[in-house]
């Protein structure tokens, strides 16, 4: 009885084994994507679960202000000057103390903006990322406060529906720089840092209200 040939599989070149190899990676990258995509979305939705009371309505007045933890000289942590890990769900608030706040910023902002608002050429990125990090915040949490709104060219704005105010929250963002819009919407500062050429040190890049600092150059 005659046997059937072997079969054998021809090798596979070096380039096909490339090629193969960067298709399994890509496949890897966009189910990462995937999954932490889904993961942010379902930490979310359990935040949300656990604060409804502040997406359906929002008296200001009757929201006191967030106490944040004081500067102790004495016991094991000393040396971190109060500083602790935030409650990202208090990242930024607003409270019974807001509309004067909000108001005194406003009028600092527009006499002396060239004084508080700072940014270096090069951090405007930084900029917009930290803009869309507090909209996403406020629409999420406040969004019986803060609403995105699109006009008749379909341009995407923000109502602060306390105050009035309306903020293009896209390129080229109604003549304002991010940052300012930013500091226009919440009553906290921010400050974009970045490692100095050597890693030995941060510098501040850009600044509104920053507090007796200024940007300075990385170079």
Not at 59 to 87: C, S, T, V, W
Not at 162 to 168: D, K, V
Not at 190 to 195: A, D, G, M, R, T
Request: hydrophobic share 40%; aromatic share 8%.
């Amino acid at each position: 009885m005659e046997l059937p040939p072997m079969m054998t599989l021809a090798p596979l070149n070096k380039p096909s084994i490339e090629a193969f190899s960067i298709f399994l990676y890509t496949i890897a990258v966009v189910l990462l994507g995937v999954s932490l995509r889904h993961v942010f979305v379902a930490k979310r939705a359990r935040w949300m679960q656990r604060n409804p009371e502040q997406t359906v309505h929002l008296d200001l007045q009757a929201i006191e202000p967030h106490r944040h933890p004081a500067f102790n000289l004495k016991g094991k942590y000393q040396m971190a000057m109060g500083i602790k890990n935030m409650d990202m769900g208090k990242w930024l608030t607003v409270d019974r103390t807001y509309i004067a706040q909000h108001t005194a910023r406003s009028k600092i902002l527009m006499n002396k903006k060239d004084k508080v608002v700072q940014c270096l050429p090069g951090s405007e990125d930084a900029c917009i990322e930290v803009l869309e990090l507090v909209i996403e915040f406020l629409t999420g949490k406040y969004s019986a406060m803060y609403k995105i709104v699109e006009d008749a060219d379909l341009v995407k704005r923000l109502k602060n529906c306390e105050t009035g105010e309306i903020f293009r929250i896209e390129p080229p963002f109604g003549g304002l720089l991010p940052l300012e819009i930013a500091a226009r919407l919440v009553n906290e500062d921010f400050n974009i840092v970045e490692k100095a050429p050597g890693g030995k040190e941060h510098r501040l890049y850009s600044s509104p209200f920053g507090r007796s600092f200024t940007p300075c150059s990385l170079n």
